[in-house]
């Protein structure tokens, strides 16, 4: 492998690229709406090792399987009356099911970490729904970083995290949302919880399955739950309305920064540009990050999730 990864255009010639090198065994990197995930066939132990490899991630943590369709999610895992609700609802889209693993369903015993369960995701990207249908293939795709470090939203971030461990990127521009997906587990008797908040709300959740119902077992079910990740690799300092003289201030709304989020408060504005900032702010000079208050409605969620284990690095 060469010392930079070999950039795909987003066309037919490079989504077909993508699907051969996956066929093959050799994860790509890949744009989704949410965040560039690293991709390889969820049925090969081998090719799902090079993930774990690639990203030095710990071997407990489960991989989403990112599928076509409804069809595709069926034979990999049971779904009931409230995820077939729930995916008529939100896939294609940022929405990440806990479901029961099927019986004999073909993915490699790393994807699910030795869980009883697997995560599924039906994924809105043109590119990627391009190359889950041209490679005919479930996709284990984490997001295409190192393990514990900033989410990638552009080819660009892939190649200085990943480098020379990735074979190759298919470039698709920025990412969209910028923020992973929210990850919901169904459990027994109609209970359901948010284990990573995202795009989804839980409030638009809860409209379609009543009130969550958490459980006190706090087991690693899902990407993302870590509590030390996305991590800029500096200390990060959370709600600062003025950055200290060796803080590099990420800002948002009235609280300009070195980088802002979104000048205007827009929250979606501000999840696109999250990773993007903590990717500068670890880039910059200063030794420390400061990032401005924001708020906890709607998507803001999902944006102090990943703020407060970013701090936690």
């Given amino acids: 492998m060469s010392d930079k990864p070999q950039l795909l255009a987003p066309d037919t010639t490079g989504i077909a690229q993508a699907a051969a090198l996956l066929c093959a065994g050799t994860p790509v990197a890949l744009p989704t709406e949410t965040v560039y995930g690293l991709a390889a066939r969820a049925d090969q132990p081998q090719a799902v090792a090079a993930i774990y490899r690639a990203k030095g991630r710990p071997e407990f943590n489960p991989l989403i399987v990112h599928v076509p369709d409804l069809a595709a999610a069926r034979a990999l895992a049971v ?3 409230r995820a077939e609700a729930v995916t008529a609802a939100f896939w294609p889209g ?26 599924l995701r039906c994924p809105a990207h043109p590119l990627m729904r391009a190359v889950l249908r ?22 660009a971030h892939v190649a200085a995290s990943l480098g020379d ?6 470039d698709g521009g920025p990412c969209d949302q910028g923020v992973e997906s929210t990850i919901i587990a169904l459990r027994a008797e109609g209970h359901w919880q948010v284990l990573r908040h995202g795009p ?14 958490p459980v006190a077992d706090q087991r690693i079910e899902a990407p993302g739950q870590l ?16 950055a200290r ?10 609280v300009a920064g070195a980088i802002t989020l979104s000048a205007s408060g827009d929250l979606a504005e501000a999840a696109a540009n999250l990773y993007a900032a903590l990717h500068a702010a670890a880039a910059a000079p200063q030794p420390r990050v400061a990032a401005a208050p924001i708020p906890a409605e709607g998507i803001g969620a999902a944006i102090n999730d990943r703020l407060r284990r970013a701090a936690a690095g």
């Fill in 79 to 81: 779904l009931d009356d």
């Fill in 134 to 155: 041209e490679s005919s293939l479930p996709l284990a795709a984490p997001s295409a970083n190192r393990s514990g470090g900033v989410s990638p939203t552009s080819a």
């Fill in 200 to 213: 989804v709300t839980q409030d638009a959740l809860a409209a379609l399955l009543g009130p969550p119902v």
């Fill in 94 to 119: 940022a929405l990440t099911l806990v479901l029961p693993l099927r019986p004999g369903a073909d993915v490699a015993p790393a994807v699910t970490a030795g869980l009883p369960t697997i995560a």
């Fill in 245 to 254: 003289r060796d803080e590099y201030l990420i800002g948002f709304g009235p």
């Fill in 165 to 170: 461990r990735v074979a190759a990127i298919l």
């Fill in 227 to 242: 509590a030390s990740h996305y991590s800029p690799g500096k200390p990060l300092r959370l709600d600062a309305v003025t």
